[in-house]
């Protein structure tokens, strides 16, 4: 089982990375360091839990 965690991370970085802003034409000037994607999956693990919800996997 894969961790929710290293999936949000996963696409945290590859928002900045592998999808760059196509009206951005300096986009590769913004890549984000793995530190800021753990640092922005973390925030986003803590607003969820302060809010209420929690992540689950679906059953198949």
């Not at 590769?28 to 994607?37: A, F, L, V, Y």
């Not at 753990?38 to 209420?52: I, P, Q, R």
Request: no cysteine.
């Amino acid at each position: 089982m894969t961790d929710p965690r290293d999936i949000i991370y996963a696409a945290i970085h590859s928002a900045f990375v592998k999808y760059p802003r196509e009206d951005d034409p300096a986009s590769h000037d913004h890549w984000i360091q793995p530190e800021e994607s753990a640092h922005l999956t973390k925030v986003v693990l803590a607003e969820l839990e302060a809010n209420g919800f929690q992540i689950v996997k679906k059953s198949s």
